[in-house]
């Protein structure tokens, strides 16, 4: 039995093949798949407890295994009452029949009797987001493995620029690399999926430089594309707190993949902005955060009208960042 966890859909998929490699090597047993969400508990341990008709060894995926955890998740059916039936399963399993069950989240609930039990009895494999040395290694092997070329900064731009998905990031180099083989910082720009995340902290990465033309700049393409004040100030807002989390906790001597892991956050974000602390401080996030709220009151009451130009109030936040 197998238990493969984490939110990275490309890691979990590479786990399961590597055990698919390993006990199915002459497609030989037949796979069946279901979802925990989907199909009733009892008859995916019946299923486990049948003979293979065709084959001496059956495999049976369990996805969307949610029971793992302490989130409410809505599902077709109701399994929690059945549970117990997959404790005895375990602890008791057919050995003719291999599990693997999918848990799609980087963290899995040790309080709960079901998953110490399933972590004291399956094989289990993590499929977490890769840490930054990691993320830099899969794209430049990725990047050679298909004879292409790309400088280190470009590589830094692509992590800058994409979520920490493998599944997104080899899509992106993929399409770079049809572009042109040699992957230039001009080809990455014009090119790579653009992401909100990542443009909002290009915004705050320049209210941190306190570079009020390039901020400027960028607030209005983000307008271009739809979004209005108070939503921008709200994600201004949100991500200058994240900021201040991360000051406040490399304060503590953690490591980048902690910090990362407890904000669930990107990496590179947190490498991003550790090396703009000796410039950016609690007090100063503090103040942006504050007149960040007064703007948005002040739009929402009418006292700012939300259609004049925003240069004018967002200009007060630089006066702070001095």
Request: with cysteine.
């Amino acid at each position: 039995m197998f238990l493969i966890y984490g939110e990275d859909s490309f890691l979990i998929k590479t786990q399961k093949n590597k055990i698919l490699a390993k006990i199915n090597l002459n497609d030989e047993c037949e796979v069946e798949e279901y979802s925990y969400l989907e199909t009733p508990l009892l008859d995916i341990i019946n299923d486990a407890n049948t003979v293979a008709m065709f084959s001496d060894k059956r495999i049976i995926v369990v996805n969307d295994c949610f029971f793992l955890t302490e989130e409410k998740i809505k599902a077709k059916v109701d399994n929690k009452e059945y549970l117990p039936n997959l404790l005895e399963y375990l602890e008791n399993p057919n050995p003719n029949t291999y599990l693997i069950f999918i848990c799609p989240v980087n963290n899995i609930s040790n309080r709960l009797k079901i998953t110490k039990k399933m972590l004291a009895l399956t094989s289990v494999l993590k499929a977490i987001n890769l840490s930054y040395p990691e993320l830099l290694k899969f794209i430049n092997d990725f990047i050679a493995k298909h004879q292409a070329t790309i400088s280190q900064h470009g590589v830094e731009k692509i992590i800058e620029y994409l979520p920490n998905n493998l599944y997104i990031i080899q899509n992106e180099l993929q399409k770079l690399i049809l572009v042109n083989s040699n992957i230039t910082e001009e080809i990455i720009e014009n090119n790579i999926t653009k992401y909100l995340d990542t443009d909002i902290f290009k915004l705050v990465d320049y209210l941190l430089d306190n570079d009020l033309n390039n901020f400027l700049i960028n607030y209005h393409y983000l307008q271009e594309r739809g979004l209005n004040n108070i939503a921008l100030l709200a994600l201004i807002a949100n991500s200058v707190i994240l900021t201040r989390d991360i000051i406040i906790l490399s304060a503590t001597k953690k490591t980048h993949s902690d910090i990362a892991s407890t904000l669930k956050i990107h990496p590179y974000r947190i490498k991003k902005i550790s090396e703009r602390l000796n410039k950016f401080n609690i007090e100063k996030a503090n103040k942006i955060i504050i007149k960040l709220f007064e703007i948005d009151y002040k739009i929402k009451k009418g006292i700012i009208n939300k259609d004049i130009s925003s240069d004018l109030f967002l200009i007060n936040l630089f006066d702070l960042n001095e």
